[in-house]
């Protein structure tokens, strides 16, 4: 049994929620525990994963959040950064499955979202149990 630490941007609440209730499910179907912790933003996943990944208490990490796109080219820097700070930490052999939203409104959000449709939760956590099975394959 393996301990997941879901690593949250609560920016949207509603579709955070939604989020985190497909990754819990994916992670207890599977068999495993988990832990959920709250950073203020996409950028800050990272960061978080980062040091949870050197404190040794976690096997793998769900990243999950929802950037939608504004006005402004700040979402280009939240979702490009966010995802490649998590990429780094994957290369580096952390087991991360990610599930920041990146989308255009809110409504490809809860499409996305819900577990009754794409339920990007549940496949983020999935992703991450299968890295973490493949590090253990060959670490």
Not at 1 to 27: C, P, Q, S, T, W
Not at 47 to 69: H, K, M, P, T
Request: hydrophobic residues 50%.
């Amino acid at each position: 049994m393996a301990k997941f630490l879901i690593v949250e941007a609560r920016f949207y609440d509603h579709l955070n929620d939604l989020l985190i209730e497909g990754a819990r499910a994916a992670i207890e179907a599977a068999g495993h525990n988990h832990e959920t912790i709250t950073v203020p933003g996409a950028l800050e996943i990272p960061g978080a994963v980062a040091l949870a990944a050197d404190s040794g208490a976690y096997d793998g990490f769900v990243a999950l959040g929802v950037v939608i796109r504004g006005e402004t080219y700040h979402f280009e820097i939240v979702a490009g950064e966010s995802a490649r700070g998590l990429m780094a930490l994957s290369m580096d052999g952390v087991a991360i499955g990610n599930g920041i939203l990146t989308v255009e409104n809110e409504a490809q959000a809860l499409t996305r979202a819900r577990r009754t449709e794409k339920d990007k939760g549940g496949e983020a956590a999935k992703a991450a149990i299968a890295m973490f099975e493949l590090k253990g394959r060959f670490g």
